[in-house]
């Protein structure tokens, strides 16, 4: 059984602040991780996926990987009020394609 | 553009009055999901297609049905709604790991 823990938060950081997400994982078998971000009464809209031992940039966002750790988090730069969501670790590692998804942590960008 | 699509986008519905709702995709995915997301929980895998192969979740409830006519579409069916069905319903595809979501169907129970 999959397991992947997030700090629910709320986490709260200034406007242009660097936001770090973290996501930790039981299973040594998961392969893909996938970071969504989701809007208070909206659906996940996938940001970052990562497969990968280190580091992955997109824009303002970063996921960074260890797998030896069993750790994915994700780093927002320059962060925006339009940043504030909750954000959603989820991986993948067998041939189903299911996720399994954290409980998701919630960001709050203040201006 | 391609994308994944539902309706309605709210459904109303009373107890015990079955409903169904549906998705339809133009990202020729030939995997399709279904979730059921609470407030502030995690979306539940309820079911999902692998083509035509259903794989129902263990604990998903016999309350819960779906069906996926061709490629395209799928639907969920809800038999005989209780109040603790009331939900986000996420309509999600994929062709390998990274699943793409539509914009959700929000049920309300009365």
């Known amino acids: 059984q999959k397991e992947v823990e997030q700090n629910s938060g709320p986490l709260s950081v200034p406007e242009g602040a660097i936001a770090s997400l973290n996501c930790t994982y039981s299973d040594r078998v998961s392969q893909s991780f996938f970071w969504y971000r989701q809007y208070s009464g909206k ?3 996938l940001i970052m996926s990562i497969y990968s031992n280190g580091d992955k940039e997109d824009g303002r966002f ?3 990987l260890n797998k030896a750790s069993q750790y994915v988090s994700l780093l927002i730069r320059d962060s925006q009020p339009s940043d504030s969501a909750t954000y959603l670790c989820a991986l ?7 996720l399994t ?11 | ?3 994944v699509i539902q309706n309605p986008r709210y459904q109303v519905t009373q107890f015990g ?3 169904t709702l549906s998705c339809s995709q133009t990202l020729n995915h030939n995997v399709m999901y279904w979730y059921q997301q609470k ?7 309820l079911f999902h297609y692998y083509d035509k192969d259903f794989n129902n979740e263990a604990d998903t409830p016999d309350n819960f049905q779906s069906r996926r006519p061709n490629t395209s579409f799928c639907f969920l069916d809800i038999r005989s709604p209780g109040l ?7 309509c999600a595809t994929s062709t390998q790991e990274t699943q793409y979501f539509g914009p959700g169907t929000r049920l309300l129970v009365l």
């Not at chain 1, 993948?92 to 299911?98: E, V």
């Not at chain 1, 998804?101 to 201006?111: A, S």
């Not at chain 2, 407030?39 to 895998?45: D, V, W």
Request: glycine share 12%.
């Open chain 2, 84 to 90: 603790g069905d009331a939900a986000m319903y996420l």
């Open chain 1, 62 to 64: 970063t996921a960074q």
């Open chain 2, 1 to 3: 553009d391609a994308m």
């Open chain 2, 39 to 45: 407030s502030s929980q995690a979306p539940k895998l």
């Open chain 1, 101 to 111: 998804f954290g409980k998701g942590t919630l960001l709050t960008v203040n201006p």
């Open chain 2, 17 to 19: 009055k079955p409903v």
């Open chain 1, 92 to 98: 993948s590692g067998g041939s189903n394609y299911k």
């Open chain 1, 43 to 45: 659906s996940p809209e």
